[in-house]
């Protein structure tokens, strides 16, 4: 299993790994390829591969002193098998290795993935609304991170 960074021939991949994170008649960013494809062209957005086959998607931004995930997104054939986890444990290695100061996030609260990030050690910091759509934030501090690997 590798986490790669995404270029201009993984476009149908990660389109159609995005597909399956946005619900079904929601126009968003994401639901357009050439989006994707900018997205792709920015050099942010990682693939991860395993036995072979493209099973998930995470796309890192990195703002001032945090990096925030923009995307995550796990093929719903592997979904409930520990990748999700490999890649925000990717991201956790990408703020250490980037020197950030922690990480952030929002989630639509229609997903169900509030236990999730919250296992993950994300702490629920606010609650708002963008484009009518109400989402959570969280934030996950790097010393938490560092004090569990020394």
């Known amino acids: 299993m590798n986490i790669i960074r995404a270029n201009k021939s993984h476009l149908n991949t990660a389109w159609k790994l995005m597909q399956q994170l946005f619900l079904p008649n929601i126009d968003c960013y994401w639901c357009h390829k050439d ?3 900018r997205e792709i062209l920015t050099q942010r957005v990682f693939l991860l591969k395993d036995k072979g086959v493209y099973k998930g998607l995470i796309e890192l931004v990195y703002v001032g002193e945090h990096l925030q995930i923009w995307a995550l997104v ?3 054939k592997y979904r409930k098998c520990g990748l999700g986890e490999v890649l925000v444990d990717f991201a956790k290695k990408e703020m250490v ?3 950030f ?3 952030s996030l929002l989630t639509m609260l229609q997903y169900r993935v509030t236990k999730f990030y ?4 994300f702490i629920k910091t606010g609650r708002g609304q963008y484009d009518n759509r109400a989402y959570n934030e969280y934030y ?3 010393e938490k991170y560092e004090n569990n690997i020394n």
């Open 97 to 99: 290795r980037g020197n």
């Open 118 to 121: 919250e296992r993950m050690g």
């Open 35 to 37: 989006n994707v494809q």
């Open 74 to 76: 796990v093929d719903s």
């Open 101 to 103: 100061k922690g990480i």
């Open 140 to 142: 996950f501090k790097k």
